[in-house]
């Protein structure tokens, strides 16, 4: 029984080992911060060992390989001679019981070392990383000082290896986006986090990788009073428009003079004083239509009135960036602030397929349908995106094929595409291209 218990301790501590390897190298690093500014106990030990992986990986290895060994040569020794001498007694020939003996032992002592002292300390160091990594650091600690010299000798041959190969360099720990998208996946997966929640984590991301030009109201959509047109001009402005603030310009959109309130303006006409529109209009920040929407939210918050004037590089006028324009990137549009007519950006229909807006942002309708965006790109809408792969500007119930996707155009107004029909091409085609005047330009 002591021999049995003896292998027994030896495949307990090599799961001790491989629990203490895994939990070290996969505990997030942030979370051990976290631990430690808390005060929780081997949480600075187990960074510690974090931040020098390779010796830490030598001194279990080493650790490993001992235990391994004596566990192999205690078994065969002790539990095969036992055994074989017991099969012996049973009448089996000695040439049958000492090999049988043995190879019974070997076995079962590898069955237990992989489950009790691989399989199960390993899965359990997965599911509780950052918590056993502060169990076992302090022993772990003490073993990698013992073990200097040898573990010292390992890891530095072991560099030498990567250096022969090329591959001297540890690569830089960080964390990508897609490695954050995925967290944030995993996180509404587990219920750690809801859905909603997850949805504006998404727009926080895809606003950090939108120019000002993606979330701006475009010229054509502004509403705006011409300081030059008169009262008349300007109380029928006031009287139509949804808006709380308004540009306002000398003679025309290019020659912006500021904003005003809104209010302010009605106000005047109620009591029936004149309107002086040079004079109520406050001084409102510039941004080029290629800067970032995040730094556009921080001139936002400095500025004056809460509202940017969008300008290319020569200086002609492009649209305006609202604080509201920011949040519907990042949590819808508000059915309150829909024009008239505006319908859900995205509809889902019995087929499979999409019935999608023009103006739909470009980065939502690929993250919706699963479609690759190059990273360089000149528009910024679903409409743009079909502009781009056509070349032109195509009729109503043409389509182009983009990367197994068919979108076609089921409504113009005027001449900036409304609503676009996408889906598979194999869904889609067949129906479609028996419309009259209906066509297929691949993209």
């Given at each position: 029984m002591l021999d049995l218990a003896v292998v027994l301790v030896l495949i307990v501590l090599n799961g001790v080992f491989a629990l203490s390897e895994l939990a070290v190298v996969s505990a997030r690093r942030s979370r051990l911060h976290a631990m430690a500014e808390a005060g929780r106990p081997g949480a600075s030990a187990a960074l510690a060992l974090a931040e020098e992986p390779g010796r830490?990986?030598?001194?279990?290895?080493?650790?490993?390989?001992?235990?391994?060994?004596?566990?192999?040569?205690?078994?065969?020794?002790?539990?095969?001679?036992?055994?074989?001498?017991?099969?012996?007694?049973?009448?089996?020939?000695?040439?049958?019981?000492?090999?049988?003996?043995?190879?019974?032992?070997?076995?079962?002592?590898?069955?237990?070392?992989?489950?009790?002292?691989?399989?199960?300390?390993?899965?359990?160091?997965?599911?509780?990383?950052?918590?056993?990594?502060?169990?076992?650091?302090?022993?772990?600690?003490?073993?990698?000082?013992?073990?200097?010299?040898?573990?010292?000798?390992?890891?530095?041959s072991t560099d030498l290896v990567f250096r022969l190969?090329?591959?001297?360099?540890?690569?830089?720990?960080?964390?990508?986006?897609?490695?954050?998208?995925?967290?944030?996946?995993?996180?509404?997966?587990?219920?750690?986090?809801?859905?909603?929640?997850?949805?504006?984590?998404?727009?926080?991301?895809?606003?950090?990788n939108r120019p000002v030009r993606g979330v701006m109201t475009p010229r054509g959509e502004v509403d705006w009073l011409d300081a030059t047109a008169g009262e008349a001009a300007a109380h029928a402005v006031l009287t139509r428009t949804a808006h709380s603030r308004l540009p306002v310009g000398e003679g025309s959109t290019e020659a912006m003079l500021g904003v005003v309130q809104s209010r302010e303006l009605l106000a005047a006409l109620l009591v029936g004083r004149p309107l002086d529109l040079r004079a109520a209009a406050r001084r409102a920040p510039v941004v080029p239509d290629t800067a970032d929407a995040l730094d556009v939210l921080a001139t936002l918050r400095a500025a004056e009135v809460p509202m940017a004037l969008v300008h290319d590089e020569h200086g002609h006028f492009e649209g305006i960036v609202t604080p509201t324009d920011l949040t519907e990137a990042i949590v819808g549009a508000f059915r309150s602030d829909a024009e008239p007519g505006d319908g859900p950006v995205a509809v889902r229909r019995e087929d499979g397929s999409w019935l999608l807006a023009g103006w739909?942002?470009?980065?939502?309708?690929?993250?919706?349908?699963?479609?690759?965006?190059?990273?360089?790109?000149?528009?910024?809408?679903?409409?743009?995106?079909?502009?781009?792969?056509?070349?032109?500007?195509?009729p109503v119930g043409e389509a182009v094929e983009v990367q197994g996707w068919r979108f076609e155009v089921v409504d113009i107004d005027g001449r900036r595409i409304d609503k676009l029909l996408v889906g598979p091409m194999r869904a889609a085609i067949a129906p479609a291209a028996r419309r009259p005047g209906s066509g297929l330009l691949a993209g």
């Open positions: 830490f990986l030598s001194t279990v290895q080493i650790g490993i390989t001992l235990v391994g060994i004596l566990a192999g040569a205690f078994s065969g020794s002790a539990l095969g001679g036992r055994l074989a001498t017991w099969l012996t007694g049973l009448g089996l020939p000695v040439a049958v019981a000492e090999p049988l003996g043995f190879g019974l032992v070997v076995a079962l002592v590898t069955y237990l070392s992989i489950v009790v002292g691989e399989l199960a300390p390993k899965r359990l160091a997965l599911r509780h990383a950052e918590g056993l990594a502060c169990a076992v650091a302090p022993a772990m600690t003490i073993i990698s000082r013992i073990a200097a010299p040898v573990g010292w000798l390992l890891d530095a190969l090329g591959r001297a360099e540890a690569p830089e720990e960080r964390v990508t986006e897609d490695d954050l998208r995925a967290l944030v996946a995993e996180a509404e997966r587990t219920g750690a986090i809801e859905t909603a929640e997850r949805r504006m984590i998404a727009g926080v991301l895809r606003l950090g739909m942002p470009v980065d939502e309708m690929a993250e919706l349908i699963g479609l690759a965006l190059p990273e360089e790109r000149s528009y910024h809408t679903a409409a743009g995106f079909v502009l781009t792969a056509a070349g032109r500007l195509p």
